[in-house]
Structure formats: C-alpha cells, structure tokens
T-cell receptor, first 114, second 114 residues
Framework: SQELEQSPQSLIVQEGKNLTINCTSSKTLYGLYWYKQKYGEGLIFLMMLQKGGEEKSHEKITAKLDEKKQQSSLHITASQPSHAGIYLC??????????????FGKGTHLIIQP | DTGVSQDPRHKITKRGQNVTFRCDPISEHNRLYWYRQTLGQGPEFLTY????????KSRLLSDRFSAERPKGSFSTLEIQRTEQGDSAMYLCASSLDYLYNEQFFGPGTRLTVL
C-alpha cells in the first residue's frame, strides 16, 4: 500500500516568514491533494496536482509536484496567523485511476508566532 | 450551506452501546467516503459509495461497522458494540463522480467511548 511521509512533523514560524512543507510518496503519484485542518475540525481542500511538474497557487500558498522524486511541496509566502493549522497531503489510494479514496500523510502542524 | 454536513458533531457513549452517524454530501456528488482519524494521524479510509452501491471496504472496517447509502443521497455509519478503540473522529467526504477524486470533507463526528 502507498505511504506518504510529511516533513517536518511540526513547524514554528514567525509571522511574515516563508515556509515549505514536503510530502514524499513510497509509490508513483497519480494525484496529490493538499488539505488544511483546524484542530478538531474537518479538512479544507486547498489544491490538487495531477501532472509531473505541475504547480498551482492560491493566494499565498503554492504547491508543486515532482513526479520523478515522487514528492510534492507546499510553500507559504509571508505567513499569517490564519495559516496556522495542520497541513495534510493525500494521494489516490489506488493506481487504477478513478475516485476511490485517498491515503493521507500524518500531517504537519504549523504554528505562526506573532 | 451547500457543503458536506455531519450529525452529530460529538458523541459520548459507553462501551458496548451502538452508535449511528449521518452524513449529507454535497447534493450533486455521486461519491461518498468515510474516513477515521485518530489523534496525531491522518485520516484513514474506511469505505466509499457510488450512489447507493458500496464499492469498497477497508480492512479497518470490522464486522461491527456497517455503512449504508440507501437512496444514493445521505449515508449512515453504524458501530455496534462500541469499544474504547473506536474513539476517533469520523469524517465523511464527497466527490462529484468517479473521474474526480477532489474530495470535500464534512466537519466530522467525534466519538468518545467510555
């Protein structure tokens, strides 16, 4: 089965600084999804990446997919308190295509210090 | 609100009791997923539906667990004879159809088994 490893496990960043979170897969990535979760709440969809080299941005968050390295990175520019939370990467559970569920990493806990 | 909703948000029960959770997906979404999340872990896939058909069940879903989606709209997840190890956040998600694994999550139901 596919495993996703996220690094770092936790991150404390001063407000206004940039940061990067990584997600590495044990198998070929067919679809990579980034979510954000506030403690004790559901997941908020951020971005989906499907093609090698694909890069997407939303506000101050940019995600990239490196298919060869089986890795994705999430970069936040000029961090704000609203960015605090748990960032989770997810990948298509099976390689057969189709929307049949996701496998998730354990998450990266992001704390923004004022 | 047209997002995924779950009810109840919190459930405290005694060991051995049965519990049932409900999930209402986004109205036009054909696929519905159940996940379980424990503290410090990412969500783990349990099962999913395409309309009313249950297409896959994880090995995590013991015979004490049953899920239904009788009319292809809302879904219920029942746990019989609850155990302390069942304590977790139960998350529901939906996606448009088999081509799209972009899943939108509900707020979750937090189950505590005493």
């Amino acid at each position: 089965s596919q495993e996703l490893e996220q690094s770092p496990q936790s991150l404390i960043v001063q407000e206004g600084k940039n940061l990067t979170i990584n997600c590495t897969s044990s198998k070929t990535l067919y679809g990579l999804y980034w979510y954000k979760q506030k403690y004790g709440e559901g997941l908020i969809f951020l971005m989906m990446l499907q093609k090698g080299g694909e890069e997407k941005s939303h506000e101050k968050i940019t995600a990239k997919l490196d298919e060869k390295k089986q890795q994705s990175s999430l970069h936040i520019t000029a961090s704000q308190p609203s960015h605090a939370g748990i960032y989770l990467c997810g990948a298509d559970k099976d390689s057969g295509g189709g929307a049949d569920g996701l496998t998730f990493g354990k998450g990266t806990h992001l704390i923004i210090q004022p | 609100d047209t997002g995924v909703s779950q009810d109840p948000r919190h459930k405290i029960t005694k060991r051995g009791q049965n519990v049932t959770f409900r999930c209402d997906p986004i109205s036009e979404h054909n696929r519905l997923y159940w996940y379980r999340q424990t503290l410090g872990q990412g969500p783990e896939f349990l099962t999913y539906f395409q309309n009313e058909a249950q297409l896959e069940k994880s090995r995590l879903l013991s015979d004490r667990f049953s899920a239904e989606r009788p009319k292809g709209s809302f879904s219920t997840l029942e746990i019989q004879r609850t155990e302390q190890g069942d304590s977790a956040m139960y998350l529901c998600a939906s996606s448009l159809d088999y081509l799209y694994n972009e899943q939108f999550f509900g707020p979750g139901t937090r189950l505590t088994v005493l």
